[in-house]
Nanobody, 123 residues
């Protein structure tokens, strides 16, 4: 069992930056690929970015490519999402998820989810 806790969300202006973190409870965290998803009101939860178990490879949704960077520190059992050049359409609750051995973009591939952290980008 893995417990995930997100932090670092908040309110930022258009063009600003924010970093959200996902801390995991289990030492087995490094055996899972980890992804960030987001969900805004009335929309389905969507894949944002994923990182492999080692942290050597990443994958991004087209909407955030070049603006967001996902990384992980397995020694700290933590995954980060650095968000730059934020836009109002990035406003959502951001969730981290873990479970599969490789990066997957479908929500059903992930067994463990955090409670989410709100990111709001004002125009």
């Amino acid at each position: 069992q893995v417990q995930l806790t997100e932090s670092g969300g908040g309110l930022v202006q258009t063009g600003g930056s924010l970093r959200v973190s996902c801390a995991a409870s289990a030492r087995t965290f490094s055996t899972y690929a980890v992804a960030w998803f987001r969900q805004s009101p009335g929309k389905e939860r969507e894949f944002v970015a994923g990182v492999t178990r080692s942290g050597n490879n990443t994958y991004y949704a087209d909407s955030v490519k070049g603006r967001f960077t996902i990384s992980r520190d397995n020694a700290k059992n933590t995954v980060y999402l650095q968000m730059n050049s934020l836009k109002p359409e990035d406003t959502a609750v951001y969730y981290c998820a873990a479970g599969p051995p490789i990066i997957m973009t479908l929500t059903r591939a992930y067994d463990y989810w955090g409670q989410g952290t709100q990111v709001t980008v004002s125009s």
